[in-house]
């Protein structure tokens, strides 16, 4: 074929037409026009109406054809199938595993693999596959479903499934097409039918993803499942010691395999620091992870968030066809127009009954008119088939009346095929009785046409009433914390530097040692002529010669402060600065010292903790300056930009400069917070205020279960948000009073106690171990108080009172059992507030003295 510019070739003697050249260009648009219109609309993403793609819609509907409630061979049900899908088995077969292990349109039997663990299912011949009670009861209705011929015009196949049920946010669905991809998350069966509820009672609704496999997800940035949002899935990591990590859930999308890859990995890599890892899966997910001695366990748990397959980021992506177009909406959205459907279906299914009803109404009631009233014998004269049913209809013109619409030929034909054995053992009883339930029947379907929201909603509520059990959330919905991940990275390297050369780096080990670092760290570097850099670590860096000063670097750190003395070259004059460092570009040299001819560094400190000091300065004995010796203190100076000039310190030569004494740190204490949302603690006043905490303070944590730790005021510590009671700075004076039920005694007990080991890292259990051992109150107040309610003698007089539990006990050891709260029977208890300043006179209870004091309840 040529290309050129002539539209036609002809067969140059005749001039005929041979044929019209197309241009490769034009092919190549309309052929991927075509394919990609195919693969979105036939092959990737699912139908907002019924939430299937057409291979799984084609699955459903050849079980539906097999169905006889018995299970079948997948491999049959696959070559069912292909009467329909104009694919091969393989795609069939991939497809319908992946719907059986979601275990709610398809009941499986057999090996059908292992999501968590990446297991495949076995071969189609060995396993088995029939439809779900719920499929059965959600999506067929021959009535209401719309048809057409299969790809090779043999066999008829619903265009789309009535589905009165959200069942793509319930499964979720996953597809990449031409140009497009779609990806909807899995849904929680009771909230979507809790969600639609609302939706049919005027009430706005917001769902989120809950994943099969369990485990945390911060949901923040959801999006509603549309473009552009993001959702932080983390495994749930448990630490039952010092020694040993276990993960219980996995994030959705990953396996226990990748999994444990990831963690190795990063092992290998230096990231984390771990001894060994074992996969005990079986039932339930289980990854043990043993931690070599002196490595913290809550910095390892960060650490494997940061660097390993424990936290995965997913991208939602909410696309489905809309009048076979793809459309992008949001999940609130998606739940809405599938409630509105399902309230369509329901009407047109009531519709269909009541006219079936109305029916078989009409023909019983025909029935019982012509055998009561004998009309059959009229037709023994009759010798043609017109006089038949002309003497039918005669006989039936006195009883029309009574009948809801006209009587046809085809009512009377049915007339005449009743068998004489009928007529003759007809009973008129049993035909009122009939048509009585046809009646019923109908005015209960009348009545919910009219009330057909509320007929919705109970459609609906018996939905989760048969199918939810078992079917509750399994994913966490928790607000994560960033991790800094310098702060968790294991300090693989060591860091070197040669002050003469001005290299740094950790392959330098002949020269001098500066610290541990990890392989993501970054290293400031200053020099003695006034100016500094930051880089990147690396085996061996250039930085410049006559380095004064090398550590590794924090991003944002505020309370790291330089201490520094310079002369700057250009006036001759020496300057005193104090300074941070909190951000900067990495690789950029900066000037200190803001002199074109540069300037000498004099004196340089780093402070971690903004620490003062006061320094002697000795001046060039020439000099024409009357205090030649003379002491500077750098707690009178400001902390200023880092470009700031600083202060004067001296206009003539500087011969010496040294420490006399150290200062204290000029930020004093730190103050610390706890976010209960996230179970950490930070500085940038999120959550409760903890106090203010010097370098030897503690945090004590009261658990509910009966437990305390202590632990250092490290920011990098984890606490399980649900299962603290209180958590306080840790204060030796501090009482604490509990009140406990002591499931070997089978009492209720008060104690009074202070902490006494100060071993921090370990819970120490202060109640029995008993399984039945049971918290009930936990209190740190110098006096607490609660409301009694309790029954007394045979009679069970229920009554109340007052306690001071400071009164009941005094402080005693931690482990002991404590007195007993009541001798009568305990029923309930609740703590209240004393305020001790407004006097109110309380009724005397058995045994005590009213305090005066007012009492608020909690």
């Not at 993960?247 to 999994?259: N, V, W």
């Amino acid at each position: 074929m040529e290309n050129n510019n002539n539209p036609t070739a002809t067969n140059g003697n005749n001039g005929d037409v041979l044929h019209e050249l197309i241009h490769v260009d034009g092919l190549y648009e309309s052929w991927f026009l075509d394919y990609a219109s195919y693969v979105i609309l036939e092959r990737a993403v699912p139908a907002l109406f019924d939430g299937l793609k057409p291979v799984q819609r084609r699955i459903l509907h050849s079980m539906k054809e097999m169905d006889d409630g018995r299970f079948h061979k997948v491999a049959n049900i696959i070559g069912q199938t292909m009467q329909f899908h104009p694919h091969g088995d393989a795609a069939i077969g991939d497809a319908l595993v992946n719907m059986g292990q979601k275990e709610l349109l398809i009941e499986p039997q057999g090996n059908w693999g292992d999501t968590r663990t990446g297991d495949r299912a076995a071969a189609a011949r060995y396993i088995e596959a029939r439809l779900s009670k719920f499929a059965l009861e959600v999506i067929f209705n021959p009535q209401t479903t719309e048809w057409q011929l299969s790809y090779d015009g043999r066999k008829k196949e619903p265009v789309l499934l009535p589905v009165k049920f959200p069942l793509v946010l319930a499964q979720g669905a996953e597809g990449i097409a031409v140009g497009l991809a779609t990806k909807i998350m899995p849904h929680n069966f009771i909230e979507l039918i809790d969600a639609s509820i609302e939706i049919l009672k005027g009430n706005d609704t917001r769902i989120l993803p809950d994943f099969p496999s369990g485990g945390l997800a911060d949901f923040t940035n959801y999006n509603h499942g549309q473009r552009g949002g993001k959702i932080r899935v983390r495994a749930k990591i448990e630490s039952t010691d010092k020694r040993l990590l276990i993960i219980r859930d996995i994030p959705y999308g990953t396996t226990t395999t990748g999994l444990m890859d990831s963690i190795v990995k990063a092992n290998d890599n230096g990231k984390i620091k771990i001894k060994k890892v074992v996969d005990n899966t079986a039932q339930d997910v289980e990854i043990q992870i043993e931690l070599p001695s002196g490595v913290s366990p809550d910095v390892t748990i960060d650490a494997l968030y940061a660097f390993t397959d424990c936290e995965i980021s997913i991208s939602p992506n909410c696309c489905v066809i809309v009048d076979e177009k793809p459309c992008f909406i949001s999940v609130d959205e998606m739940l809405r127009t599938s409630t509105a459907q399902t309230v369509q279906l329901l009407k047109k299914e009531l519709e269909i009954r009541l006219t079936e009803l109305a029916e078989k109404w009409h023909f019983s009631s025909l029935e019982k008119i012509f055998i009561e009233n004998r009309i059959y014998r009229d037709i023994e004269e009759c010798e043609t088939w017109e006089a038949v049913l002309e003497a039918i209809d005669r006989g039936l013109d006195p009883f029309k009346k009574l009948l809801k619409r006209e009587v046809t030929t085809d009512d009377i034909l049915r007339l005449t095929e009743i068998r004489i054995k009928r007529i003759s053992k007809f009973n008129s009883f049993k035909a009122d009785e009939l048509i009585g339930a046809l009646e019923s029947e109908m005015k209960e379907v009348r009545h919910n046409l009219k009330y057909l929201t509320e007929f919705a909603i109970n459609y609906f509520e018996n939905l989760k009433e048969k199918y939810g059990k078992g079917r509750e959330r399994r994913t966490e919905i928790r607000t994560f914390d960033t991790i800094a991940v310098q702060q968790v990275a294991v300090a693989n390297q060591k860091l070197y530097v040669n002050r003469t050369d001005g290299f740094i780096g950790y392959s330098l080990k002949k020269d001098e040692l500066i610290s541990e670092c990890s392989e993501i760290d970054d290293v400031i570097v200053f020099m003695q002529n006034g100016t500094f850099k930051v880089v990147k670590i690396a085996p061996k860096v250039f930085i410049g010669k006559d380095i004064i000063y090398a550590a590794v670097w924090k991003k944002g750190d505020e309370r790291m402060v330089y201490n520094m003395i310079y002369r700057n070259l250009e006036s001759g004059k020496s300057f005193i600065k104090r300074f941070a460092v909190k951000s900067i570009t990495r690789d950029r040299e900066y000037n200190l010292a803001g002199s074109a001819k540069g300037a000498k560094i004099l004196y340089f400190t780093a402070n971690p903790n903004g620490e003062t000091e006061i320094v002697t300065v000795t001046l060039n004995s020439r000099c024409r300056a009357r205090n030649k010796v003379f002491d500077v203190d750098f707690a009178e100076i400001a902390i200023k930009g880092r470009l700031s000039q600083g202060n004067t310190v001296t206009k003539y030569p500087v011969t010496k400069i040294s420490q006399k004494s150290a200062g204290d740190s000029t930020f004093g204490d730190l103050d610390i917070w706890y976010d209960p949302t996230i179970g950490r603690l930070n500085t940038d006043e999120r959550g409760d205020f903890l106090g203010h905490f010097g370098s030897n303070d503690l945090i004590l944590a009261l658990y509910k279960d009966g437990s305390y730790q202590l632990s250092s005021a490290e920011l990098t510590n984890r606490y399980e948000q649900d299962d603290i009671e209180i958590i306080m700075k840790f204060d030796p004076k501090t009482v604490i009073t509990a009140v406990h039920y002591d499931g070997a005694k089978k009492y209720h007990f008060v104690k009074r106690f202070r902490i006494e080991t100060l071993t921090t890292g370990k819970r120490f259990s202060y109640i029995s171990d008993h399984r039945s051992s049971e918290l009930l109150h936990v209190s740190v107040e110098e006096r607490p108080h609660i409301v009694l309610d309790y029954e007394k003698g045979r009679q069970k007089e229920r009554l109340q009172e007052l306690v001071n539990l400071s009164e009941i006990i005094d402080v005693k050891g931690w482990r002991s059992l404590g007195n007993r709260l009541t001798m009568y029977a305990f029923v309930s208890l609740k703590p209240i507030e004393i305020h001790e300043s407004i006097e109110k006179d309380e009724p005397k209870s058995e045994g005590k003295s009213p305090d005066n004091e007012q009492i608020s309840l909690l």
